[in-house]
């Protein structure tokens, strides 16, 4: 079963600076996808990036950047120049491309609070 | 265009009572399913379905019961509420036949048993 590790339940930065987000997973697949959810005070889930396993170069949106390493099943989430609005639970989360299952499993989250 | 629209949005039940949440979606969308999420634990799939008339259980489906007999919707039963029950409750869709493609969640269901 695949399973996605969180190890960081909290984590904290400096307005403007930029922080890290780390999670490891475990698979037996080679193609899957990797995505970050962010989840404000509000609850809504909101999809930050995603990273296709057999896509070598690091998926980017703006001031949000992965660092994907398949080999280590690493899958950590740059946040660059934070704002105050970053702060939320950021979820990793997995999915396989099991046609008629692709449910995504998530790790178990991090608190990410911005010092101003 | 909705998305997916959970209701309600708050609830408290009884040990006991039954209940159902509706979750809609106007997509289009093969693919449903419902989450919960307790704190410390992400996200937990309780069940899914991948079409009208398919279903099936999850991670955690013990307690729930769910049907599928239009596209558009996805309810999901509390048979008899417990207060391990007490919970926020997702419900997510997206098209079938690809594991990028963007799944859609509602905005939440927060569940009390008292």
């Known amino acids: 079963a695949q399973t996605v590790t969180q190890s960081q339940p909290e984590m904290s930065v400096q307005e403007a600076e930029t922080v890290t987000l780390s999670c490891t997973y475990d698979t037996s697949e080679s193609d899957y996808y990797l995505f970050w959810y962010k989840q404000p005070p509000s609850r809504q889930m909101i999809l930050v990036i995603r990273?296709?396993?057999?896509?070598?170069q690091n998926a980017t949106e703006n001031r949000f950047s992965v660092n994907f390493q398949k080999a280590a099943k690493s899958f950590s989430l740059k946040i660059s120049d934070s704002q105050l609005g970053d702060a939320a639970m950021y979820f990793c989360a997995y999915r396989f491309p099991n046609f008629g299952n692709e449910k995504l499993t998530f790790g178990t989250g991090t608190r990410l609070t911005i010092i101003p | 265009n909705a998305g997916v629209t959970q209701t309600p949005k708050f609830q408290v039940l009884k040990t006991g009572q039954s209940m159902t949440l509706q979750c809609a979606q106007d997509?289009?969308?093969?693919?449903m399913s419902w989450y919960r999420q307790d704190p410390g634990m992400g996200l937990r799939l309780i069940h899914y379905s991948v079409g009208a008339g398919i279903t099936d259980q999850g991670e955690v489906p013990n307690g729930y019961n769910v049907s599928r007999s239009t596209t558009e919707d996805f309810p999901l039963r509390l048979l008899s509420a417990a207060p391990s029950q007490t919970s926020v409750y997702f419900c997510?869709?997206?098209?079938?036949?690809?594991?990028?493609?963007?799944?859609?969640f509602g905005e939440g269901s927060w569940l009390t048993v008292v």
């Open positions: 997509m289009n969308h093969e693919y």
């Open positions: 997510a869709s997206s098209r079938l036949g690809g594991a990028g493609n963007t799944i859609y």
């Open positions: 990273q296709e396993a057999y896509k070598q």
